[in-house]
């Protein structure tokens, strides 16, 4: 069987799927989740707590959190995932009970405010949201967690223009938090608005805005590698090529060595497929320059030799 034969089957062309997948995701996944309370909690802490609730452990969650409201009462990403925790538990109105009662002896506490309003929100009363952040806003004009849950609340009730303007002053004070991202182009693709959020990315990248490019491309890269994923199922092997091109410029643009790798992988394997076996040995090639011990990349070229 030639290189170029074995990627016809329909079982390896999904391998393809999954191992774009598997070697992309990890630029992303659980991104979000070093960022809460660095300035303040051990990171051992939230991650912990961020395990639990991302293996829907909310039980585990919802008592480690309360804990941690004890020792850090000004952490917003504490009440934001004790939120959470009753969310999935379906436990709202225990939360709701615990979060009033804990503002009946805090009433100025602004993180206990947000996390009132984010409980709202997640059940669906966005009135009830939007007046307990606001005043969570008003205790903290910089609270970038009630900001974005703000803009989300505006986007439900459709003003994306107001939802917008908030979601980017969410990302001015806390432009490495990735979730705002997201939520900014939730707001452009509910507005019919979806190509604005690569027009701005490209604008970040001429700016030079290093922090701010990299949340707006990363975010753009996870979307674009679903977007070749749905491509490649439909049998669009040109599409996805095109697709996994764009991948690669956005890590390119942003130096994201981990994710131009994986585009560069996935590239030669689509080639491959393709049969063009020219473009598939330089994206092995050019691949190789950056990680020379990537082993894939070297069993592909030893092939593509015997071929």
């Not at 182009?185 to 190509?195: C, D, L, M, Q, T």
């Not at 027009?199 to 990299?214: C, L």
């Amino acid at each position: 069987m030639t290189a170029n034969s074995f990627y016809t089957s329909s079982a390896t062309r999904f391998l393809v799927c999954l191992l774009a997948g598997a070697l992309i995701s990890p630029v992303v996944r659980f991104a979000s989740a070093q960022v809460p309370g660095h300035e303040i909690l051990p990171p051992t802490s939230m991650v912990k707590g961020t395990y639990y609730l991302s293996t829907k452990q909310y039980q585990q969650a919802l008592g480690l959190f309360k804990e941690l409201v004890q020792k850090e009462p000004s952490n917003n990403y504490v009440f934001r995932s004790l939120a959470l925790a009753w969310n999935g538990l379906g436990q709202v109105i225990e939360g709701e009970t615990y979060l009033k009662d804990y503002l009946s002896a805090h009433p100025m506490s602004g993180p206990a405010m947000y996390g009132l309003g984010f409980l709202y929100y997640l059940d669906g009363r966005l009135d009830e949201s939007e007046q307990l952040l606001n005043k969570a806003i008003a205790s903290d004009p910089e609270n970038a967690l009630a900001l974005n849950n703000m803009g989300a609340v505006y986007a439900q009730q459709k003003n994306f223009f107001k939802a917008e303007a908030l979601v980017k002053k969410a990302i001015g004070y806390r432009p490495t938090e990735l979730m705002f991202y997201k939520n900014l182009f939730g707001v452009y693709k509910e507005a019919g608005a979806k190509s604005k959020f690569a027009f701005e990315f490209h604008q970040r990248v001429r700016k030079n805005s290093t922090v701010v490019a990299r949340g707006y491309g990363i975010t753009l890269a996870r979307h674009k590698r679903q977007e070749g994923f749905r491509l490649y199922s439909q049998g669009k092997l040109n599409e996805t090529i095109d697709t996994f091109l764009e991948l690669f410029s956005i890590y390119s643009d942003i130096k994201r060595d981990s994710g131009i790798i994986a585009s560069l992988f996935s590239l030669g394997i689509l080639y491959e497929e393709q049969g063009d076996l020219i473009k598939a040995r330089q994206s092995y090639n050019n691949l190789l320059k950056i990680n020379p011990k990537h082993l894939q990349a070297q069993e592909r070229i030893k092939l593509l030799k015997k071929d």
